[in-house]
């Protein structure tokens, strides 16, 4: 009865259409590969990466002699005397020919979607389309590689077999780049979804490939036998399905679908039926850059903070090791902990997280990013305090893992004569850097209006994630320490802003103290913006490059937007509102934490 309601369900497949083509890309036990080719001595002998005390990952001559996955390293050493361990908690390498892996896939397709390190789906549909507009109906591209279930016809009504096949055609080229360009082996499934992509790409290992049928689907997902199998039935939902009796794919494909759902709800219980008969209509989605770097270091009981400060220092090293190729610029950092609980005896994770100023770091020519000179120091103080918001240090504590990530990266470009580099860079004077504040008297220029001033110099603050600092901790984090984003509840443009009505300029004011600025004497509202006539008279920006003053580097100043450039431009031209003498602009330019000063030529 079971099989031939499988078989009722190949032949409701066979009416289906199956438009796309996607090919899963894996790579043959890519730690191992990896370090072969980083020691080419290794090739042919058992090979297994360890961390901590366990084998993670082995090679093919380390399975044949019984090492397997997550096995314990005595266990692997006691199958295999001969077996070569290389230690593997430094994943910088392995990122490394990820990201390189990635570069070849997207030669053939952009969108490419990685799965982990050394898994990537293409939708290669353009393509092959591509392809087969250049070939007649008579000329069938033939299959390359292997078909499942073996010896069976590709063919199908809706015309996928020429699909199929000449996907897997460009799944041979694909291959065939990996291992020229990188030495890299692999295997590829060839399917019209993602889900039996990845599983058909397993069947023949290694350095192999595998077409699935399309009417074949559901066969083929109930010889997987456990429900865990199949992508996207984790742990808990194994579990779940075992409370109502189904362990087996099979057992889930013959369910009655308001069973499912009086146990997982109607939308997770049609997901289930769906992927067990092999139906999956999510797209491949392209992969852009990792928006989240980090890593995380299990560790035996730490009940000292400064052993927990230690770790910490250690796993700051190797996380910027890991942005230093990335280019990008982390603008937070995330720490996270797992606590034990000896007296319910369970552990559980905690996370918090915090915005840190894009000045710590600095991007080099070559586009490598580095920390400024104290930038370690300044990060280790953020952990341990975000550490320390979790942990009441006066009660007693049992840590067991630790880790560090960076996110909600940025990229600027931080070159010379660039605007945000002299914007980002003076960090530690946040307001004084932005506003005027002169002691020998000078009359203050124009600055830009409030929207451009806020467009384009107070990018507004990314949102802490779970965790915000209150607005009683943002004086103390701003004037003690720099390094920390102010709360978004009360963002820079925000503490400018005047509460009260303007005072007229001729009025003094006490410069003594950002605090007690006056902004609207400094005339940041649009409302003091120089009058329309005087901006229309000002020349355009482009015809004017000879009349900027001495003072003020023309690279920079072309960074800036037009319509800044043509306030600024009015304020230098114009004597109501600039000195009149050029030795008068050379001061202004010169002397004080004026806006000008940001266009000074950075000698």
Known sequence: MVISHSRAMDRMEVSET?????????????????????????RGKP????????????????????????????????????????????????????????????????????????????????QVEYRLGTLTMTDDPEVVGCVCPEGE????????????AAGSALAREIRDALHSELGITSCAGVAHNKLLAKLVGSVNKPNNQTVLVPHCAATFLADLEKVRRVTGVGQKTEALLAD?????????????????????????????????????????????????IGLEDSCRTISVKQDVEEKFNVLLVRLVNQVVD?????????????KFDPTKKTSHRET????????????????KVNLVQGGHEKLLKIVMRLFERIIDLKQPFNITLLGLAFSKFQERKFGSCSIANFLIKKSDLEVQSITSLTSDGLTIP?????????RYVNASPVAMENDTFSDASVASDVSSEPELEPSPKKTRIGLLIPKRPCHPRHESMDTSSPSKLRVADLRLNSLDSPPASSLADAPPASQSAESLPNCVDPQVFKALPPDVQGELIATWTNPAHAPATSSSTKSTCTTGNTLHRYFITNK
């Not at 990335?326 to 797992?338: E, V």
């Not at 124009?446 to 806020?454: D, V």
């Open 446 to 454: 124009a600055a830009p209006s409030r929207e451009t001033f806020r």
């Open 153 to 164: 016809s590709l063919s199908c009504a809706c015309g996928c077999d020429r699909r199929l």
């Open 47 to 126: 090979l297994g990466i360890q961390q901590k005390n366990l084998v993670v990952t082995c090679n093919y001559p380390a399975r044949e002699r019984g090492v397997d996955k997550l096995m314990p390293m005595q266990e692997a050493l006691r199958r295999c005397p001969e077996l070569v361990l290389v230690r593997g908690e430094d994943l910088t390498p392995y990122r490394q020919m990820s990201a390189r892996i990635f570069e070849v896939l997207q030669k053939f397709t952009p969108c490419v979607e990685k799965l982990g390190m050394d898994e990537n789906w293409m939708d290669v549909t353009r």
């Open 326 to 338: 990335d280019g990008r610029i982390p603008i937070a950092i995330k720490m996270t902990l797992r």
């Open 244 to 292: 109502i009796g189904i362990r087996t794919v099979r057992e889930l494909q013959d369910v009655d679908l308001e069973r499912l759902q009086r146990k997982f709800g109607h939308e997770t219980a049609t997901k289930l039926k769906d992927l067990s008969l092999g139906r999956d209509n999510m797209p491949v989605r392209p992969s852009g850059r990792p928006k989240t």
């Open 18 to 42: 199956h438009a796309r083509v996607i090919i899963h890309i894996d790579i043959d036990c890519f730690y191992a590969q990896v370090e072969e080719l980083r020691d080419p001595e290794l």
């Open 352 to 367: 918090k997280q915090a915005n840190i100023l894009p000045s710590l770091f600095r991007l080099r020519p070559e586009g």
